[in-house]
C-alpha cells in the first residue's frame, strides 16, 4: 500500500504550460520517490469524507488544493480520531491554512517537505455552533465584514478581490456584538472580530498578526473602523503593519463566545479557515498541540515575509 493519500482538488490552480498543479505535483512527489495515491474530489465535503476514510485505512493524508480542500482534509484527518499525519501541497489563490504551519506557497517545496518527512504539533482551533455544527481549523476564525467577503468569494460573486470587498463594504452595517473570554468581556460595536490560531487570511492578510500555534491561546482582534478607514487598514495587513491600532482592540484567550448583543439585530456570519458556518453565536475552544504535521523544521513562512518586509509579522513595534 503507498504510504501517503494526496487528496487534490483537480480544479484548483491556474493551468501553465499545458498542466494542471496537480501534475506537476505528481512530478515532484515520484522524482523525491515519494510512495502516494491521488483521490480527486467531487463535491464540497467529499475531501473530509475521503480524508476520514482514507486515514482509517491507515494512508496519511496531504490536502492538494485551496484553503477549502485542506481544512476539509485536515478536519477529516482528526475527525477520525486516528491520529495519522497530515500536510498540505498549497495550490489555491490564498494559502493561509498551510502558512500556519510554516508552508510557503511552492509546489515543489510542499512536496519536498513530504520527501523529508519531518512532523511536529501546533496548537488547533475548533468551532461549535449552537446548532451541532462543529469544525477545526488551522487559521482563523471571523465574523462580521469579513466573513461577508468569505461569502462571496465562496459564491464567486466577484472575480477581482478589491472590488468584492469595496462593494460588500459599502453595503455594510456594523452592530453590536458580545464576546466573552476567559477573564474579560466586549460588549459594543465592531466590524469584524477575528479569533486567530494562525495569523492570517485573504492570501496573507494579518489581522491576528501576535498569533502563535504553541502557546494554547487565541489571539483575538475586535475592530471598529469607519469604512472608509477600514478600507485603507486592509493594505497594512499585508505588511503586518496594522497593530497597534488605536480602533482595533487585542485579548488573548483559550475559549471565546461570540453573540449578537441585540438578538433583533439580524446575525453576523461566521466562518473558519474560509469554510461558512452560518450565524452567530459561536464559541471558539483551543486545542493545545491538538494535532501533528508534516511540517518543515523552521518556519518559511515567516523567514519569507522577514525577507520581504524586513521584520516577522508579530513583531508590531518594529
Known amino acids: ?45 467529499h475531501a ?50 498551510p502558512a500556519v504551519i510554516g508552508i510557503i506557497p511552492d509546489i ?3 512536496c519536498k517537505i513530504i520527501a523529508e518527512g519531518y512532523t511536529g504539533k501546533c496548537d488547533v482551533g475548533l468551532a461549535l455552533k449552537d446548532d451541532g ?7 482563523v476564525g471571523s465574523q462580521g465584514f469579513d466573513a461577508e467577503v468569505a461569502r462571496r468569494a465562496n459564491e464567486n460573486k466577484e472575480k477581482n478581490y478589491n472590488a468584492m470587498v469595496i462593494k460588500a463594504l459599502f453595503a455594510w452595517k456594523s452592530k453590536e456584538v458580545k464576546v466573552i473570554m476567559d477573564n474579560e468581556t466586549y460588549e459594543g460595536y465592531a ?51 496594522l497593530s497597534p491600532h488605536p480602533n482595533i482592540f487585542e485579548y488573548q484567550s483559550k475559549k471565546v463566545r461570540i453573540e449578537m448583543l441585540n438578538p433583533e439585530d439580524e446575525s453576523y456570519l461566521c466562518q473558519v479557515d474560509g469554510e461558512m458556518l452560518g450565524d452567530l453565536p459561536v464559541t471558539y475552544e483551543t486545542l493545545k498541540d491538538g494535532y501533528e504535521f508534516i511540517r518543515p523544521q523552521r518556519n518559511e513562512v515567516a523567514e519569507a515575509f522577514k525577507e520581504k518586509y524586513g521584520h516577522y509579522f508579530w513583531e508590531c513595534d518594529h
Open 48 to 97: 473530509i469524507e475521503l480524508a476520514t476514510q482514507l486515514a482509517k485505512d491507515g494512508y496519511r493524508v496531504i490536502g492538494a488544493g485551496g484553503d477549502g480542500t485542506c481544512n476539509e482534509v485536515f478536519h477529516g484527518a482528526i475527525s477520525s480520531n486516528t491520529g495519522v499525519l497530515c500536510g498540505f501541497i498549497p495550490m489555491g489563490s490564498g494559502n493561509d491554512v
Open 191 to 241: 466590524n469584524l472580530v477575528a479569533v486567530g490560531n494562525g495569523g492570517s487570511y485573504g492570501a496573507g492578510m494579518y489581522i491576528c498578526q501576535k498569533a502563535k500555534v504553541d502557546d494554547g491561546l487565541f489571539d483575538i482582534s475586535i475592530a471598529d473602523i469607519k469604512k472608509l478607514k477600514l478600507l485603507f487598514q486592509f493594505k497594512r495587513m499585508y505588511s503586518g503593519s
Open 1 to 45: 500500500m503507498e504510504d501517503y493519500a494526496i487528496i487534490c482538488n483537480p480544479l484548483a490552480g491556474k493551468q501553465q504550460k499545458g498542466k494542471r498543479p496537480i501534475e506537476f505535483a505528481s512530478e515532484y512527489l515520484d522524482n523525491f520517490n515519494v510512495s502516494y495515491k491521488l483521490f480527486n474530489t467531487e463535491y464540497a465535503g
Open 108 to 110: 515543489k517545496r510542499a
Open 133 to 139: 455544527i462543529k469544525r477545526y481549523f488551522l487559521g
